[in-house]
């Protein structure tokens, strides 16, 4: 009878200390919890909003990014005929003289103001003349020619800085005929743009 009521008493402090050790572990437990989800920074509850643009957005940015190109090409269409008849302008001369006649004035008066407008080219001035005299003479009086269109432009505005002459002489004649008309078409000045 000791026996079983010392076994009962330990029967039954074996109980309580295992209850006793299960209650404090299950607290232990939620308080745990409890500094967990207390100390820790709380989420931001999910964006609802639509992160990108909207459809209308990006349809009308793509109708601006056509736009703008579109402008662009118009752009550089107009500058590239601008170019083509600045170059394709060409004066000319009487025989064996290299002074300016009212119509070449005409014509560099007009180039001068796009040369202005359009700065970032420079402009190569070509001088040529037809076939009658000499190689030598011929380069000189093609010299000549470019250098009284240099001197022009240049009296207008247009920096000597952006612009070169070189003389061809009867080299590179326009029309390769001999007569007074083909002459007449060689005896000129050319104009050549450069970046």
């Known amino acids: 009878m000791r026996m079983m009521k010392k076994s009962m008493i330990l ?9 006793s050790l299960l209650m404090m572990s299950s607290c232990a437990k939620k308080q745990v919890q409890v500094e967990d989800t207390a100390g820790a920074p709380t989420a931001p509850p999910p964006d609802t909003k639509d992160v990108g643009p909207s459809a209308d957005e990006r349809a ?7 736009r ?7 752009a550089a269409r107009k500058l590239e005929g601008e170019i083509s008849m600045f170059e394709s302008e060409k004066i000319y001369f009487d025989f064996d003289r290299s002074e300016l006649k009212p119509d070449a004035r005409a014509v560099l008066t007009k180039k001068a103001d796009w040369l202005r407008s359009n700065s970032k080219y420079k402009i190569r001035i070509e001088g040529h003349c037809d076939e009658r005299g000499s190689t030598e003479y011929n380069l000189a009086l093609g010299e000549r020619r470019a250098n009284a269109a240099w001197k022009f432009l240049n009296a207008l505005g247009v920096s000597g800085e952006r612009m070169s002459v070189i003389s061809y002489g009867e080299e590179r004649p326009d029309d390769p005929g001999h ?3 083909a002459w007449g078409k060689n005896r000129r000045d050319e104009f050549v743009l450069v970046d």
């Open 179 to 181: 007569s007074e008309q």
């Open 60 to 66: 009308a940015a793509e109708a601006e990014r056509r």
């Open 68 to 74: 703008q190109a579109m402008l662009a090409e118009e």
């Open 11 to 19: 029967f039954l402090c074996l109980v309580f200390t295992f209850t």
